[in-house]
């Protein structure tokens, strides 16, 4: 591995962030914040949606609906407790299951390149193999971590305390910047550049919350025992060095970190969401996300033969329009529909 890699990382991102910024400025389709809350001229602008799965010129009454998705989404993470960064394990819990899967199933690597005094940490991960780059970086800003350098001593418990403490974060792919990044502009824990633009096109119903680069990196973030020895160094560089210039990881660094990832059980790279109680909300039919139980068909069918019993026609045909609906959102993938539909059609 060249020594230069991680400044040839970060220079590639800064290289893509400033065309990405003139591209930005450049976009002429925007539907900005004083639009969304009525002052939009339909005739001039002729901006379109998909709200509602086509594509079409938007109406006075979407604008209402958006507006209305947007105090949904900030009431929701309100209610999180979320007032200023997200935790680890909330971007798991709050991200759709067909980008989990994706995470699980085509990003195998996540390595640490730079950290510093400020609490960032910047990540690479792999691309999927259908990508046109071979990779992607993923910036995470532990905003506790001042509070963790103070710490008399450097424990399990403390790096526990840090890992599921709250963060802002970002990536440079695209599911980030047209999905994502609005919704975490919105809920205060974006760490890249702020994104006022509705994703009218892409994401207008504002489902899911982070791209599959992202949910690797919670997933490390919460369980790789190589990440907690990375913030065991990490600290101790910062206790012996006030100042709060990056340092990029050696070339040696980067090695054994990887080796030791590699020696991880599956367990500690799986990309699964706990369940997250937070107080009751009221959500219209079509904002509920399917339950646990609903995306575990085969689970379920092998409850049912376990218990000498066999789910009605009726039953079947409404799991299956409980899989349609989900699958219509996002909130599952198509290969998990095809693989559910299979089961039950046996």
Known sequence: MPRSLVKTLINEYAQHSKAEVEQRNNAKGILN?????????????????????????????????????????????????HKGGITARHVLSFSLPADRERAQDEIKTALPLRKDGNGLVVFSTNA???SDVSHHLVHVRFLDFGSVLAARRVDDKLIKTLTSSRIKFDCDCGRHRFWFRFIASAGGFNEGRAESGFPKIRNPNLKGLACKHVLRVMTVVTQSPSFKAFIKQWIAAYRDDVSPQYKDQTNKDLKAFAQSFKQETWQQHRVAAKAIKTPATKSKKSDVQPTAKQLKPIAIQKKAEALGQRLSSQAKQKYIRDLQAALKIGAISQTTFDLAVKQYAQ
């Open 33 to 81: 914040p004083d639009e969304v809350a009525g002052d939009y001229d339909a005739a001039l602008r002729q901006l379109t949606t998909t709200i509602d799965g086509q594509h079409r010129a938007i109406t006075y009454e979407d604008l209402r609906r958006f507006k209305h998705k947007i105090a949904h989404i900030k009431g929701k993470l309100t209610k999180a407790g």
């Open 128 to 130: 999927s193999a259908h």
